[in-house]
């Protein structure tokens, strides 16, 4: 099964800088001067639209939300160690995006980060040999 994540931007270029910032692949085929499409794991991607071609794909304009009052999602994905669930949350600063909490849990270590356009972004290492249940 693929996943497509998208989410309305500001800016497309702004946008396409940051996700190349944090060294995601950008899908060409699937881009455009409207869009562009990141690879964050095989068969799964962010699309970054403009606000007008998400309102023309669906969107309503009182929930497609605005910079610091983005829509609410929250993309959680695991990464195979605290090392790089570490390298992009800072990729991430180093872009301009916003550092929340860090969490170092028994079972998991986890991060999050806000993009340009407050979208919320939480990596995270589960930890081997341990069980996730409290």
């Known amino acids: 099964m693929s ?14 800088e940051f996700y190349t910032a944090l060294g995601w692949t950008l899908n060409a085929e699937m881009s455009d001067h409207n869009v ?3 690879a964050i794991a095989p068969e799964q991607y962010v699309m970054l639209g403009s606000r007008e071609m998400y309102a023309s ?6 929930v497609i939300g605005v910079p610091g009052a983005p829509s609410k ?18 990729s991430a600063r180093a872009a301009g995006g916003r550092i929340g909490d860090t969490y170092d849990y028994p079972f998991m270590y986890q991060r999050k980060f806000d993009d340009l356009d407050g979208y919320h972004y939480s990596p995270f290492w589960m ?8």
């Open 3 to 16: 996943l497509f994540i998208t989410c309305p931007v500001e800016s497309v270029e702004r946008s396409t």
């Open 36 to 38: 562009s499409c990141f």
């Open 57 to 62: 794909v669906g969107g309503v304009e009182e």
């Open 73 to 90: 999602v929250t993309v959680s994905f695991d990464l195979g160690s605290r090392e790089a669930v570490d390298e992009l949350t800072e």
């Open 127 to 134: 930890k081997p040999d341990t069980d996730p249940t409290p």
